[in-house]
């Protein structure tokens, strides 16, 4: 093979899995690994597939095995690494070569480095699914110039999960840091969703004393139903998996306290930012923080004694809880997507993505295809107003409300599903209290505020005069 089509750097467990992919679907790929043993090894477990896999052993040795014009993928960590490989291939490429920044970046880092310029070009692209999805179909979620996405989008789309429509899931979203920032609202879901499935299942092993055997057998059950996803299927799995040392079920051996790297948190950040109202998902990063509090969760349980009390009740209305919380957490991701469309002037599809992320990656779930066919008609209404989606939640909602509310009478933690349903009552109430805040704003610091009678005055009766102190 004397060039390949396209390059990819990183050969760590996304990178060796996109390039596998890439050759896969017939277009020769040049590697290059900062630790040149990783190619080697890399190469030797490709199977059938090295015919189409160039190792290169220096960036220069790399860029001389592609096509012109070149493109790369980059597959390292987001930041400094990122901006090192920039640094290094900067020299060595040709203005119209493109650098494409498939890791997790913050969207304002793929902004300041396409906002660069040259010396080639730039685009940042999300890339979501795991090493599963690397190998088989991530979805891609792509931003920068489009001419440079049309020119790498073969390969882009040949990679790319399938839709079951069969449609591809990599697209075009804006400019710039539009796909990154994609990517990060779809890690900010991915973590709502995730916290709202563990609550429920809070809910079953504490609250309705379930063994995880059960719990996994209602968690398949409603992977078969509105709810069919691949976070409730892999649940299921999760549930019913046994240690292999201790043969207890692997979820009773598991230390109840999550990591994470950053991106749901990115998310939340830029929701407050943007003043794009995302509670759901504030509450799930926050909960990862609590959870990671373990020592201090001891001393409250010793202190004031453990809070789960059993309850009772239908499995069914758990699972209409979770429909009705899902729901009301995707209105929030997408209205934010739509804040954010609008402050940083992208355009961004909201029915595409939600198309994009039908397959592929770790939010796949059944309910995107009608999210996509909803924001397709309306893609500024936010989704709780969309006539099929609030005849769901009209009918799923009394069982959310059943939910929170036991949980709170029971001390069973429950803040995503909470925070989802004061949303939506803040959300379908025309007359708020934020009257009284304006009032206090106006008692303590003389922000005036706005009547309903629409007249003059701007202050209350309790306004200083100017000559008081
Ligand atoms: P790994 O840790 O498995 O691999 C990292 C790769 O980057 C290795 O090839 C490593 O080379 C290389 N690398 C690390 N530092 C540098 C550096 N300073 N200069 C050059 N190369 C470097 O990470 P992942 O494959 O999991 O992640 C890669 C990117 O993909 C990240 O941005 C991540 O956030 C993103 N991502 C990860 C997902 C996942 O599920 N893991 C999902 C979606 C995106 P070496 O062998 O020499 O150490």
């Not at 719990?215 to 069919?228: N, S, Y």
């Not at 990656?361 to 295809?369: E, K, P």
């Not at 429950?414 to 934020?434: E, I, N, V, Y």
């Amino acid at each position: 093979m004397s060039s390949a089509k396209i390059g990819l750097i990183g050969l760590g467990t996304m990178g060796s899995a996109l390039a596998l992919n890439i050759a896969e679907k017939g277009f020769p790929v040049a590697v290059w690994n900062r630790t040149t043993a990783r190619t080697r090894e890399f190469r030797a477990e490709a199977g059938d597939l090295a015919a189409r896999i160039l190792p290169t052993e220096s960036l220069a040795e790399l860029v001389a095995a592609l096509e012109k014009p070149r493109a790369i993928i980059l597959m390292v960590p987001a930041g400094a690494a990122t901006d090192q490989q920039i640094e290094a291939l900067a020299p060595l490429l040709d203005p119209e070569d493109l650098v494409i920044d498939a890791g997790n970046a913050d969207f304002h880092d793929t902004n300041r480095r396409a906002a660069a310029g040259p010396p080639m070009r730039f685009l940042g692209m999300g890339v979501s699914g795991g090493e599963e999805g690397a190998r088989h179909g991530p979805s891609i979620m792509g931003g920068g110039d489009k001419a440079d996405w049309d020119r790498v989008a073969p390969i882009l789309t040949a990679i790319a999960a399938r839709a079951p429509d069969g449609s591809p899931c990599a697209a075009w979203l804006g400019e710039a840091g539009a796909g990154h920032f994609v990517k990060a609202a779809h890690n900010g879901i991915e973590y709502a969703d995730m916290q709202m499935i563990a609550e429920i299942y809070g809910v079953l092993r504490d609250g309705f004393e379930m063994g995880a055997d059960e719990i996994a057998g209602v968690f398949r059950q409603w992977d078969e139903g509105p709810l069919k996803s691949y976070l409730v299927e892999i649940t299921g799995e999760v549930a019913a998996a046994k240690d292999p040392r201790t043969g207890a079920p692997m979820l009773d051996v598991i230390l109840d306290s999550a990591g994470q790297k950053g991106t749901g948190r990115w998310t939340v950040v830029e929701g407050a930012r943007l003043g794009a109202p995302i509670p759901v998902i504030e509450a799930a990063v926050t909960a990862r923080d609590v959870s990671a509090r373990l020592e201090e969760r001891a001393a409250g349980e010793a202190r004031f004694g453990p809070a789960p009390q059993p309850l009772s009740g239908e499995v069914s209305v758990l699972e209409q809880a979770l429909i009705a919380g899902k729901i009301l957490c995707y209105a929030q991701g997408f209205a934010m997507i739509s804040t954010a469309s609008a402050e940083f002037g992208w355009s961004l599809p909201s029915a595409e993505i939600a198309r994009i992320w039908r397959a592929g990656c770790i939010i796949r779930s059944a309910m995107l295809d009608d999210m996509a066919e909803a924001l397709e008609g309306a893609p500024e209404r936010n989704l709780i107003l969309d006539p099929a989606f609030a005849a769901r939640l009209e009918a799923d909602l009394p069982a959310l409300r059943r939910v929170v509310a036991s949980a709170a009478l029971h001390g069973l933690a429950a803040p995503a599903l909470s925070a989802g349903l004061f949303w939506f009552d803040q959300m379908r109430t025309k007359r708020g209290t934020a009257n009284l805040i304006q009032a206090q704003r106006d008692y303590f610091g003389a922000h005036g505020f706005q009547r309903l009678d629409g007249g003059p005055e701007k202050h209350g009766p309790w306004a200083k005069p100017a000559n008081e102190i």
